[in-house]
């Protein structure tokens, strides 16, 4: 965790095969990172790491239920984000989706990511 950079709260975009997705994903100083999706019913959660002086990855889970609230699986998400500018990134991600005792169901990987870094309103 060497970037400071991209400590806060950034806003996201996936290309969710041309349909754009809105997001918020916050990255805290001790590596834990907590996203969320207008596609998802729940919050992420993860961690993430620097892999060289302008990219960085991570990755969370997002715990899945049915309407009565039974767990009815996961999706871990991975993506790899490179700096353009110090408030904005852009990258790749995918996710893997697996049942509740763990098995996989399906991939995929390759989807566009765009983010830009907010601070407090005015």
Not at 25 to 51: E, H, M, P, Y
Not at 76 to 89: A, I, P
Request: proline letters at 3%.
């Amino acid at each position: 965790m060497s970037d400071a950079r991209l400590v806060g709260t950034w806003t996201t975009q996936l290309d969710d095969d041309g349909k754009a997705v809105p997001g918020l994903v916050c990255f805290s100083a001790d590596g834990t990172v907590v996203s969320t999706q207008l596609n998802t019913k729940n919050i992420g959660l993860g961690t993430w790491r620097s892999t060289g002086p302008h990219s960085f990855e991570y990755g969370f889970h997002i715990l899945a239920a049915d309407p009565e609230g039974n767990h009815v699986g996961e999706a871990h998400v991975r993506v790899s984000g490179e700096f353009v500018s110090d408030t904005e990134w852009q990258g790749n991600g995918g996710a893997e989706f697996f049942d509740p005792q763990g098995t996989k169901l399906r991939g995929h990987a390759g989807s566009k990511v765009t983010a830009g870094k907010f601070g407090i309103d005015d």
